[in-house]
């Protein structure tokens, strides 16, 4: 593997600072603004969680199939106009399927950044530094991650859930011009798969659907179900009589690569639907505005802030599996406190809760992805990227369908309690897929 020079590895550092907040906050700044749409353009909250699941399916297909072409696609400037322009686009966007539509070319962007970003890392950081460049890279995506929501309700807080996207306009100039700071390379990545992109595009499409209308209609959901079920099975089959397979099942090989990624799907599932819950939250146990949610959500990423470098210097003491598991178990704890804030019925509680789930993440995600790459061939990292995007993605979509359904059949004061024990429980499941990862 050819290793890039000092200049180089600084320049890609610097363009994934840039493009990963980007990223991350656009998956994550809408949670906020839902509730200013659905007020705005009188939608139910089922629809709108609906529209949210949407967007995150778009980011759900494009990183497989993009990790592969790590060096062919990350290093061009112009991955980032389309995202600039929709980003404008959404902030002016005059009717909900127009926005729902902008916000899904940029979500497609958001995806594939995540996919390329620890390729990109990995081919160029040294060896020896590989390990602290993960740990820099889990902690811009956990803080972001978190801040996302909180960053949304400030600007919300300005007049309009329309200053929410408006603001992702700087992040994604920002990102543009730092692409144009990335050296020029010819590609060697392998040739897109356009067959297993069309088939992964329509089968995953089958299983969110599947659940989301499984309280209309049993039958179609089964019907939708079924057809993904067959088309997951076909393609698998394809891939194992392809050299270059589609879907990177080789590195499931790794008992500990497995569990890592199961983890973190879990994980993310816990965090997608409290984040998405806990605004809806505040306002019907609270009544709290937009701006006073964002402040009592506030120590959540600050807790991620503090907790992250801290984790990274504890993983040359203790095991990460071990670090993992207290994270999982942390979160959890944070996770049950807001289950039965409702009870209390002030804001320390729920900040309280929001703190500890801060630090539970805070603790999981550094060592857990430190243990997913290290599992991997040293030539698989761009798959190894892609599996991590889709991990995450597809935590945020059953944390989403979750949270959508249960807004659907219930009160708000109902679902809240609801989406946070069951988010308690995720978590609790993470810490078990942890813990024997360490065994």
Known sequence: ???????????????EKIDIPYAVVLCSDMPDALLSIATDIRCAFSNVQTAQCGEIIRTLI??????????????????HAPGTLCAFASSMAPSFPLLVAFRAVQGVGAAAIMALGVALLRQTVAEDDFGRAIGWNAMTVALFSAAGPTIGAL???????????AGSVLLAGMA???????????????KLDSVG????????PAFVIAVGVARQSALV???????????????????????????PLPLFRSPSFTRSVLASVLCFTAMGMALLMLPFALHDRLGLSARDTAL???????????????TSRLLERIQPARLCTAGALVLAGGLSVLTFASLARNIPVHALGAILCGIGFGLFQTPNNRTMFLSAPIDRAASAGGVQGTARLAGQVTGALAVSILLSVGSVRLAASFAFGIAAIAALASASASWWNGR
């Open 197 to 204: 992109l069309c088939a992964y595009a329509v089968i995953v």
């Open 62 to 79: 494009v990183p497989n199939p993009f990790a592969g072409e790590a060096e062919a696609k990350a290093r061009q400037p112009f991955r």
């Open 176 to 190: 543009l011009v730092a692409t144009y700071s990335l050296p020029s390379r010819r590609s060697d990545g392998k």
């Open 155 to 165: 600007l919300i807080g300005l007049g309009s859930w329309r200053f929410a996207f």
């Open 1 to 15: 593997m050819i290793r890039s020079s000092r200049s180089e590895a600084a320049a890609i550092c610097y363009c």
């Open 296 to 310: 009592v959500m506030t120590p959540w990423p600050l807790a991620v802030l503090f907790a992250t470098p801290i």
């Open 221 to 247: 959901a089964m019907l939708l179900s079924a057809f993904g079920g067959l088309g997951l099975w076909l393609l698998i089959r394809r891939d194992f009589r392809r050299e270059t397979p589609f879907l």
